[in-house]
């Protein structure tokens, strides 16, 4: 069974990984979406949707993965204002 | 004491990170890691929709049977959300909220980060100092023992 706990850390040192990684990530493929398990990339690809069914066609756990973009831009993000 | 982190995205000013479990039982949800940028202007927590992307798919839910939620509204226009009873694991501690998941746009790339809103942060004193690279979210007898005034 899944310690959720030891894979919540898994799930930090991925993180950890694709950030500290981010600018060779950021030149192997630019502008496209990437998948990290266990400190591995797993899958690119420009789409997200069509990254994450060829992600869960190869049976990896989406809701435990990083999937991030890897981009030059810079990016503004808004706040949720009700 | 809840430990978070700066991503180093910006090398003038890194944003304050968490990583989260979440379960929402009602649609079977169970264990979604995922990372929330915490943000003090946010009155609620938000489940970003590259993160809401990957739970429909992996967990093949259908957003259409959750409660539709107030739309937020940004500089980018007005997203549509939905609202699902939640609980977000932080540590060794389990707060149920209303969540707010914001609907992944078919053929758009999902462009915004959960964030953890004022509703999960009011539990706690958030002491964030990128200085000695501190992100920490203290309970309140741990926010007690500070002798600050």
Known sequence: MLDMKT???????DGQ???????????????????VFYKEVVGTDTDFHRLLDDLKSQGFP??????KQVTAKKVKWFLPVR | MIRGYFLPTDPEASP????????????GVVGLEARFLIDTGA???LLGDDDAGRMLRDYEVDLGRLDVGIPSQGIRGVVMTREVQATLGL??????????VLEPISGRPPSIPSLLG??????FALFVEERTNRVLLLEPDEADRLELE
Do not use: C, Q
């Open chain 2, 43 to 45: 009155d609620r927590t």
């Open chain 1, 17 to 35: 990984f694709f950030d500290t990684h981010y600018n060779e990530l950021l030149e192997k493929y630019p502008e496209r979406w990437v998948a």
């Open chain 1, 62 to 67: 989406l809701s435990r993965m990083i999937i």
């Open chain 2, 16 to 27: 304050p990170y968490v990583n989260a479990l979440i379960d929402i039982p009602e649609i």
């Open chain 2, 118 to 123: 004022r509703d999960v942060l009011s539990h």
């Open chain 1, 7 to 13: 894979d919540l850390k898994r799930f930090h040192e």
């Open chain 2, 91 to 100: 540590g060794d501690l389990s707060i149920r909220i209303s969540l707010d």
